[in-house]
């Protein structure tokens, strides 16, 4: 016999995408002549950069040739991509990170959701409701939770509300943890922690030895000035932070895949002995023992956004879909709509009219003017009567989004 691991059991339903692809491919089937337009999940639609296509051509026939075939990888990245990174993300900045605390992956959605793996089963974690599930998720599949309550939140797992009357900025605990997720600009609300609210939580994790999961895979999208793009901006998070960043939204790597995350060598946890070992290292055992490496040709494409020709196009592409953001922005407010978010992030935070529950609006907007959006309650208790919309459709149909619902939407 077989056991399987319960933990699994615990979560509700399926993944919070899927179950959107199961309602809208049921849609669709019973209607099938009509244009759904897709504003749901977080997928870009634009090509990748000119730069990355030509990269991954070279590379492409770099393996055609024995000379100058690749096999496997470093685990770790290849030092061509890690030195680039470490030059145009941090040192730029004035940022201190080292090319050997960087570790590329096939994305930030594993990382963020395997990191939890090199922490023991006995630490408390913090998350924002709502929240990007997979941080949620994955700690209840290892087990580091308790069963899920009536209310929609998990057993031994400290909840950090985040909605309007916060401004969306989670509070600082008043109990210890040891974990604690963070993400900012932030999926799904859109908004962003200002450098004063991660001060005082490097401040936290300092004074209780906590480890900070920083996921900034959306740091490309910020536009105001003075808002934090890395949380090593913050004097200490080398000593309490892990960093994960991603190409998937910063140069349309979503199907392609390319992720990356910073750990600091000064950052350690502790063992059963009580002594301090550095995370890094466990990292490290761990990637070289699960995971063979992105592909060269894949990394070869991220290589090629850190040059000017590379930035200036990935700047563009940016762009395209902030303009996106503002169209939807505006187009909402026009019909009365509250929204949060999309000044710099890709996604729009709206208040759902008349108190309506999420998913309801979800089948009121698919039903009505045939547009697919994520409903609030999925990230967590605290996102019912919100829903959430990317900018990242093309603009033909961002723009035909908004004219649907001007014109259709009955609220
Ligand atoms: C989202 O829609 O929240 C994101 O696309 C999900 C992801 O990046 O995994």
Redesign the pocket.
Known sequence: MAYINDNYQKLPGSYL?SEIARRVAAFQSKNPSVKIIRLG???VTQPLPKVCIDAMKHAVDEMASAKTFRGYGPEQGYDFLRDKIAEYNYKRRGLNVEADEIFISDG??CDCGNIQEIFGLNNKIAIADPV?P?YLDTNVMAGRTGDLKTDGHFEDVVYLPCTSDNDFSPSIPAEHVDLIYLCSPN??TGTTLSKDALKKWVDYAKANDSIIFYDS?YAAYITEDGVPKSIYEIDGARDCAIEFRSF?KTAGF?GTRCGYVVIPRELTGVNKNGERVPLKNLWLRRQTTKFNGTAYIVQRGAEAIYSDEGQAQVKELISYYMDNAKIIREGLSEVGLQVYGGVNAPYIWLKTPNEMKSWDFFDKLLNEVNIVG?PGAGFGPCGEGYFRL?SFGNRENTVEAMKRIKSNLNI
Request: aromatic share 14%; net charge neutral; charged share 15%.
């Open positions: 995408f999940i977080g997928d930030s959605k990007y997979v999926n799904p895979a998937s979503t994520t990317t």
